[in-house]
């Protein structure tokens, strides 16, 4: 590498691998499955802005002739005190740190003269150079992190059960649809039976977001079809939207528009071949994406999780 491009070069290849490595992961896997004993790859990331933030403080002590001042650091304490500060954080608020301390170190190397690259300097006694002791050292480590995920990724292939899944998702659909069957008219439109929904309006709820969930599993399948716009304005509240848009529809027509659309689910399910259920593309919501195994398990967790409301609404 005879240019400080190369070497700017080299360092954005250790990142992309690292970002070639969780591409395509769904929210759920970056922020809820551990890839680490105590840590999602949310702390993966937490971790590695620790190590560029440490890295930034070396290349200033080493810029000022200071490299005997750099700290030997307890890397476990290090990494527990790194992960800790991000601990609270969103997501999107670690995606964007990570960036952003990356992209000051590129900035800073991008800053030198090419002789810095290779000057030596001593530090407690042992010689380093900036491209020994920051660059190749970061870009290994990173290319570590980005092998270990993508052995991670492949066990979550390899833990994919289309079957378990149809199972759970049926049984949870069934559930819902036991207390369903219990309804009359009239208490299907009480307008808070469900909170300040009638059934009914929960009904069409599920009905709708399970159309979208199909659409959007049919795009992941195909992606020549096209896919659900996901919601945009955070402003809104996306499940009112929907429930306002089927203001008109009575109880009837809302009980067969979800028995229709759990149909439909069927009939896609059905042709699906094992390779499919690992096939990856966007979900119908904001910033998120994922395996269609996950999209298809998401259906039945959507029947969990309004399960409860619908049977304390028939208590009462």
């Not at 608020?93 to 690259?117: N, R």
């Not at 028995?259 to 690992?278: E, Y």
């Amino acid at each position: 590498m005879a240019t400080i491009p190369e070497m700017v070069s080299y360092l954005q290849y250790g990142r992309a691998v690292l970002f070639e490595a969780i591409a395509g992961l769904s929210r759920r896997e970056l922020t809820e499955i551990e890839i680490y004993p105590g840590w999602t790859m949310k702390e993966v990331l937490a971790h590695i802005i620790g190590w560029d933030e440490q890295v930034i403080k070396n290349l200033i002590l080493i810029e000022q002739g200071q490299a005997d001042q750099i700290d030997y650091l307890d890397a476990e304490e290090h990494n527990r005190a790194a992960v800790a500060r991000w601990r609270d954080k969103s997501w999107r608020e670690v995606l964007a740190a990570v960036h952003h301390s990356y992209q000051q170190i590129v900035d800073m190397i991008a800053a030198l003269d090419y002789p810095e690259i290779d000057r030596r300097y001593e530090r407690r006694g042992r010689i380093i150079t900036i491209r020994s002791y920051i660059i190749e050292t970061m870009v290994e480590h990173i290319r570590q992190h980005a092998a270990e995920i993508e052995l991670w990724r492949q066990s979550l292939d390899d833990e994919i059960d289309p079957a378990a899944i149809v199972l759970q998702m049926k049984q949870s659909r069934a559930e819902f649809m036991a207390i369903l069957d219990t309804v009359d008219e009239v208490e299907a439109t009480d307008k808070h039976a469900a909170g300040h929904w009638s059934i009914s309006d929960l009904v069409g709820h599920v009905a709708d977001w399970e159309q979208r969930m199909l659409q959007a599993a049919r795009h992941i399948y195909d992606p020549a079809l096209p896919a659900v716009p996901p919601v945009d304005d955070y402003a809104l509240d996306w499940d009112e939207v929907l429930v306002a848009r089927r203001a008109g529809k009575s109880w009837p027509e809302n009980h067969h528009d979800l028995l229709k659309i759990q149909v439909a689910v069927d009939n896609f399910l059905i042709d699906l071949l094992p390779g499919d259920w690992k096939l990856r593309g966007p979900f119908p919501w904001p910033d998120d994406q994922g395996s269609l195994a996950e999209l298809i398990a998401n259906i039945g967790r959507h029947y969990d999780n309004h399960t409860p409301k619908l049977r304390e609404s028939i208590r009462d």
